[in-house]
Nanobody, 118 residues
Framework: QVKLVQSGGGLVQSGGSLTLSCAVSGFPFRDRAINWYRQYPMKEREWVAGLTSPAAGNVPQYRESLQGRFAISRDNDRNTAYLRMNSVQPQDAATYYC?????????WGQGTQVIVSS
């Protein structure tokens, strides 16, 4: 059974930093790409960042507006992906989801809320 368990969300002060984690089990994590999305209330999920598979070079990719502030990484020994959020802004307040996919199925984490205080 594939499980993606997220942690690390919560309250962060504007301008501060926060790291989200996504622990993956039951899935060939080390061989696959990992992506992060976020969702605002009443809006569709939007792609935030991705890390290509190791075979594709483990290349980090970011939503253009987030380039330079967010950093995606992975620890294959821990089967865990991370999203480091720096210089957090009020518009970063959303629910964040990690995502992996096989050839046939997409798997999502349960979501973790980020709240930004001014």
């Amino acid at each position: 059974q594939v499980k993606l368990v997220q942690s690390g969300g919560g309250l962060v002060q504007s301008g501060g930093s926060l790291t989200l984690s996504c622990a993956v089990s039951g899935f060939p994590f080390r061989d696959r790409a990992i992506n992060w999305y976020r969702q605002y209330p009443m809006k569709e999920r939007e792609w935030v960042a991705g890390l290509t598979s190791p075979a594709a070079g483990n290349v980090p990719q970011y939503r253009e507006s987030l380039q330079g502030r967010f950093a995606i990484s992975r620890d294959n020994d821990r089967n865990t992906a991370y999203l480091r959020m720096n210089s957090v802004q009020p518009q970063d307040a959303a629910t964040y989801y990690c995502r992996v996919a096989s050839e046939t199925t997409v798997y999502w984490g349960q979501g973790t809320q980020v709240i930004v205080s001014s």
